[in-house]
């Protein structure tokens, strides 16, 4: 057996079924002992998009995606999406090629293990091929316990070695076997503590994080709610998360929270953060709390919240545990309260947000805070979310509502086109169910080709572009600081008959009759589909309202 063959059994008894990237001298054997072995491979038109979708891929399946490269410049094609992906604490394993060990003169050479450490990701070497699963293991074993993106460079030459004579009858141990999964409980004193805490406050706000959706927490996040009155609020990462679960909802803590939602948060006089950092987008820097005392549970060791203060009680513990623990002793000492549970609080949760002074009408062009309306009134809560970055996310990011799961590149390395590289990935993770991303036309054009890899592979991506014809966020910053905003208006073909020329369906639209005659057609039939909607530039998002032009809205 040669050693990349006994690396490409070991990747899939890792669990390896889907692999993104390209391929070159320097992984080939690698992909074609992949694909006897049963693998698909997805062959992407530039590197980076592989390391995307092998990211959405990730944050899908809930375990380390894999992703493809040959050496030197295929490897450095990767740096935008590997710190993307490190920033948001992929679970990646990047299978990269190597020029021949030792040869500097090569023409694709390149000092990999400086590459990978500058764009945030760990580094595996092979060395030798008798560490060709030794190698996999660990580099799976690193992903999976730091939660982060690791490179395993593998020299061209040292892959056609022999793996070794018996090496290939022992058994493998695949990294998962090496991990503890043990839950950590939580101490008795800080439960105590956070009882104490909860029952001396009459307007609790729990707030729920990514970490506790991951937990699967949502059931003990509704008791608790229940028990103490509190304000159910998500971070971004967690939007919408058990909105159809509960009436006292607010959605966003924070900087995308509307104005109802802010206004009752402040009256809150203790926070529970569950799987929340608390940064300072979710606290407002902690002016959103002015009187709140906090809890805050999380398996980090510690943290330091956006306010730059550490909770009045930190319990390291796994979601579900602290909180089950946390309820039974506010049960034991007989704590039930009304806080926000009133009817005045739901009749104000329920009051329909109005747009000041109504949608915007200009001719050939859309009011996005329409769009995105509509978009959630059309597309079935079934088909799953991406949110992208830049201006006109933040539209989508406040006001889709629709009870559906949702993932969100924003804040990210603020890194636009990600976001249709994470849905492709998303897709094939969920074995083709149906999701769209929504994203501007700037971002969507950056990585154009890759929309022919969704039509290649059949991938039923929607792809609803928030076409300004610019730079969204550019153009309003500009505004703000007395310069040019013409400079950020960059002219777009339509869209719709591009989609149609790489294999998909598409369709420009200009008015909201036509997208919802578009949106139709896809639920009707899932298949990739961009849907070009023309909308207007003199609409600030409420974010931009509030940090560039001091509005209190």
């Known amino acids: 057996m040669k050693a990349y063959e006994a690396l490409a059994e ?76 490190a920033r948001a604490r992929t679970p990646l394993v990047a299978f990269c090629g190597e020029t021949a060990w030792g040869d500097r003169t090569a023409a694709q050479y390149l000092d990999q293990s400086r590459f990978a450490a ?31 993106p690791v490179m395993l460079s593998a020299p061209i030459d040292v892959q056609q070695h022999e793996y070794g004579d018996g090496l290939d009858a022992l058994p493998y141990t695949p990294s998962t076997q090496l991990i503890d999964q043990q839950r950590p409980l939580p101490d008795p004193a800080r439960v105590a503590r956070a009882a104490d805490i909860v029952q001396a406050s009459k307007r609790v706000v729990i707030i729920a994080g990514r970490g506790a959706r991951r937990a699967g927490a949502g059931e003990q996040i509704l008791r608790l709610q229940e028990r103490t009155g509190a304000l159910l609020a998500t971070t971004l990462q967690a939007k919408n998360w058990l909105y159809d679960r509960t009436e006292h909802h607010v959605g966003i803590s924070g900087l995308y929270g509307d104005r109802t939602a802010m206004d009752l948060l402040q009256e809150a006089d203790c926070v529970i953060a569950v799987g929340a950092s608390l940064n300072h987008y979710t606290t407002e820097h902690g002016y959103l709390f002015p009187e709140a005392r906090y809890v805050q549970i999380d ?51 329920a009051a329909p947000g109005q747009e000041p002074g109504g949608y915007v009408s200009e001719p050939g062009r859309i009011d ?121 208006v960059i002219p777009t073909p339509e869209l719709g008959p591009v989609a149609t020329a790489l294999g998909g369906s598409g369709a420009t639209v200009r008015t909201t009759d036509e997208l919802r005659t578009a949106l139709a057609e896809y639920v009707r039939d899932p298949r990739p589909t961009v849907v070009d909607v023309r909308i207007t530039r003199s609409v600030r998002s409420v974010p931009y309202r509030r940090l560039l032009f001091g509005e209190d809205v």
């Not at 992903?143 to 982060?148: D, G, I, L, V």
């Not at 989508?396 to 629709?402: A, D, E, H």
């Not at 799961?405 to 994470?422: C, D, T």
Request: charged share 20%; aromatic share 6%.
């Open 118 to 148: 500058a764009i945030e990701c760990g580094f595996v070497h092979l060395s030798r091929a008798e560490q060709a699963e030794e190698a996999v293991q660990q580099a799976f074993y690193l992903a999976r316990t730091e939660s982060r």
């Open 10 to 85: 070991a990747f899939v008894q890792e669990g390896t079924s889907d692999v993104f990237g390209m391929m070159g001298d320097a992984n080939m054997h690698w992909m074609n002992a992949l694909a006897r072995r049963g693998v698909r491979l997805y062959e992407v038109r530039h590197e980076g998009s592989g390391l995307g979708m092998a990211d959405g891929w990730a944050r899908a399946a809930g375990r380390p995606g894999v992703l493809t490269t040959t050496s030197g410049p295929g490897v450095t094609q990767l740096a935008t999406s590997m710190v993307v992906a």
């Open 368 to 488: 996005p805070r329409e769009a995105i309306r509509v978009v959630d009134a059309e597309l079935p809560g079934e088909i799953g979310l991406v949110l992208g970055s830049g201006h006109q996310t933040d539209f989508g990011t406040m006001l889709f509502q629709r009870s559906r799961e949702v993932v969100s590149n924003y804040g990210m390395f603020g890194a636009i086109g990600q976001a249709p590289l994470l849905t492709i990935g998303k897709i094939v993770a969920d074995g083709g169910r149906p999701s769209f991303v929504v994203e501007g036309d700037a971002s969507f054009l950056m990585h154009l080709p890759e929309f022919e890899t969704a039509c290649r592979y059949g991938i039923p991506v929607l792809v609803v572009v928030m076409n300004d014809e610019g730079l969204g966020a550019e153009y309003h910053k500009s505004a703000a600081k007395g310069l040019d905003p013409e400079l950020a």
């Open 299 to 349: 398996t980090a060791e510690h943290l330091v919240m956006g306010n730059g203060a550490t909770a009045d009680c930190y319990l390291r513990a796994d979601a579900v545990t602290a909180l089950t623990e946390l309820e039974r002793e506010l049960g034991r000492r007989s704590v039930r309260a009304e806080g926000f549970h009133t009817a005045e609080v739901r009749r104000r949760l």
